[in-house]
């Protein structure tokens, strides 16, 4: 079983910025991918950004230019900078790693929320 912590995340105005921290207890040589989704009310789970082995980082072409994700191998952390926040950011956002033996696990979520 992998825990995630997520960290991050809140109330900000159009325009602003936030970040979301998440952290695995799981080293990351044991990882296949890892990095963020949302999800808003009716709507299926999406991909915001992600990191997958053999450096590679996916993004929403919706967040593209906007959000940065990064990755603190030592640490088996993410962080997703959220840069130029519009209303339509607005959502729970979930933490996700995938582990080399496939397994699937998720945070808890955290909400952000983009209003003037």
């Known amino acids: 079983q992998v825990q995630l912590e997520e960290s991050g995340g809140g109330l900000v105005q159009p325009g602003g910025s936030l970040g979301l921290g998440c952290a695995a207890s799981?080293?990351?040589?044991?990882?296949?991918?890892m990095g963020w989704y949302r999800q808003t009310p009716g709507q299926e789970r999406e991909l915001v950004a992600l990191w997958r082995s053999g450096g590679i980082f996916d993004y929403a072409t919706s967040v593209k230019g906007r959000f940065v994700l990064s990755r603190n191998n030592a640490k088996s952390t993410v962080y997703l900078q959220m840069n130029n926040l519009q209303p339509e950011d607005t959502a729970i956002y979930f933490c996700?790693?995938?582990?080399?033996?496939?397994?699937?696990?998720w945070g808890q979520g955290t909400q952000v929320t983009v209003s003037s």
């Open positions: 799981v080293t990351t040589f044991r990882t296949n991918s």
């Open positions: 996700n790693i995938e582990t080399r033996d496939g397994q699937t696990f």
